[in-house]
T-cell receptor
Framework: EAGVTQFPSHSVIEKGQTVTLRCDPISGHDNLYWYRRVMGKEIKFLLHFVKESKQDESGMPNNRFLAERTGGTYSTLKVQPAELEDSGVYFC?????????FGPGTRLTVT | GQSLEQPSEVTAVEGAIVQINCTYQTSGFYGLSWYQQHDGGAPTFLSYNGLDGLEETGRFSSFLSRSDSYGYLLLQELQMKDSASYFCADNLIYNQGGKLIFGQGTELSVKP
């Protein structure tokens, strides 16, 4: 089966610009998560979808971040406007029960 | 809140055995997962302990003691390809698709 895919793999933007990250989960996985790793620190939870519904968005840093999962398939994470501290690697993961399958991540650099 | 502590770095030689410890302070701890990450790529699942005791999967084993709020990952017959970051994580509500709370990761370097 195809794994979790993310696009783009890298993005370099200037402070104040907008970036949209995309995640395609494994087909049939109802659970979709976004995580972020900043500067070699721990991987931190951002939010969790069950199908198209937001189950838990307690990790979203602020209202500059907007996540959607229309139709319960792929998900997008938009950062608008981007700030320097948003730089990091954004991982998407999907699961049907407990074990997360992670995508390769999007490395976001805000200059 | 939740926090998981693990050593930042461990170095070992090829063929040796290494143990990566993880202690946790969490409310509502459910179970301990271990993930491996090579060169900042996709973390990959290694093992899960929902109950106390040892779980063995090939060269890797993982252990959990709830009374001690402690677990470890044991890697045997180390190979160069085992050089990677290893994360312990609290897997909230495992069977209901819960989120992961990660430790800061342990960078394992395997030397010839």
């Amino acid at each position: 089966e195809a794994g979790v895919t993310q696009f783009p793999s890298h993005s370099v933007i200037e402070k104040g610009q907008t970036v949209t990250l995309r995640c395609d989960p494994i087909s049939g996985h109802d659970n979709l998560y976004w995580y972020r790793r900043v500067m070699g620190k721990e991987i931190k939870f951002l939010l969790h979808f069950v199908k198209e519904s937001k189950q838990d968005e307690s990790g979203m840093p602020n209202n500059r971040f907007l996540a959607e999962r229309t139709g319960g398939t792929y998900s997008t994470l938009k950062v608008q406007p981007a700030e320097l501290e948003d730089s990091g690697v954004y991982f998407c993961a999907s699961s049907q029960t407990g074990t997360h399958v992670f995508g390769p991540g999007t490395r976001l650099t805000v200059t | 809140g939740q926090s998981l502590e693990q050593p930042s770095e461990v170095t070992a030689v090829e063929g040796a055995i290494v143990q990566i410890n993880c202690t946790y302070q969490t409310s509502g701890f459910y179970g301990l997962s271990w993930y491996q990450q090579h060169d900042g790529g996709a973390p990959t699942f290694l093992s899960y302990n929902g109950l106390d005791g040892l779980e063995e999967t090939g060269r890797f084993s993982s252990f959990l003691s709830r009374s001690d709020s402690y677990g470890y990952l044991l890697l045997q017959e180390l190979q160069m390809k085992d050089s990677a970051s290893y994360f312990c994580a609290d897997n909230l509500i495992y069977n209901q698709g819960g989120k992961l709370i990660f430790g800061q990761g342990t960078e394992l370097s395997v030397k010839p």
